[in-house]
T-cell receptor, first 111, second 112 residues
């Protein structure tokens, strides 16, 4: 089976812009979770989608949003980018909630 | 709220040394516990997991972890490390709300 794929792998944006990241889960996986990884804060949970519905949400501002499509692919959007949004954004898919498989991540740099 | 603590942020060992990385969590109910590893330039990978049963869990590459419920701990161990074990290790837990919470990670550096 192909693993979790994320596009783009690298992205450079400026403050105030918005960005959309994409994640394709492993075939058959219906749950997709998003995480932000930074050196200072480590891995932080953003949100989880299951069958096109947001099932869980972390403590991030409303500028961070997501959605999931009927084929389980998911997108994450960040509006009005800030310098502090520079991070590695990881997507993980799972068949059950118990074991997640991670993608390579999208490295976002905000200038 | 659930939380996960990894007390060692950086660990430096020589090859063949024994390894123990600490992980403590706070949650009073039933938990599922995980250790993930991220090798330099690679994805996060699942090392091992505990759901129920034998509290001593064997994972890949010779790693094991022991769930001690009374201590809310799930420490990762390996009897003899190799240079290729250099990586960042993350402990994670899911509890009643199914949200997975990660520790901040431990950077392990093995000296050849």
């Amino acid at each position: 089976k192909a693993g979790v794929t994320q596009t783009p792998r690298y992205l450079i944006k400026t403050r105030g812009q918005q960005v959309t990241l994409s994640c394709s889960p492993i075939s058959g996986h219906r749950s997709v979770s998003w995480y932000q990884q930074t050196p200072g804060q480590g891995l932080q949970f953003l949100f989880e989608y299951f069958s096109e519905t947001q099932r869980n949400k972390g403590n991030f501002p409303g500028r961070f949003s997501g959605r999931q499509f009927s084929n389980s692919r998911s997108e994450m959007n960040v509006s009005t980018l800030e310098l502090g949004d520079s991070a590695l954004y990881l997507c993980a898919s799972s068949f059950t909630q118990e074991t997640q498989y991670f993608g390579p991540g999208t490295r976002l740099l905000v200038l | 709220a659930q939380s996960v603590s990894q007390h060692n942020h950086h660990v430096i060992l020589s090859e063949a040394a024994s390894l123990e990385l600490g992980c403590n969590y706070s949650y009073g109910g039933t938990v599922n516990l995980f250790w993930y590893v991220q090798y330099p330039g690679q994805h996060l990978q699942l090392l091992l997991k505990y759901f129920s049963g034998d509290p001593l869990v064997k994972g890949i590459k010779g790693f094991e972890a022991e769930f001690i419920k009374s201590k809310f701990s799930f420490n990762l161990r390996k009897p003899s490390v190799q240079w290729s074990d250099t990586a960042e290790y993350f402990c994670a837990v899911t509890g009643g709300d199914d949200k997975i919470i990660f520790g901040k990670g431990t950077r392990l550096h093995i000296l050849p």
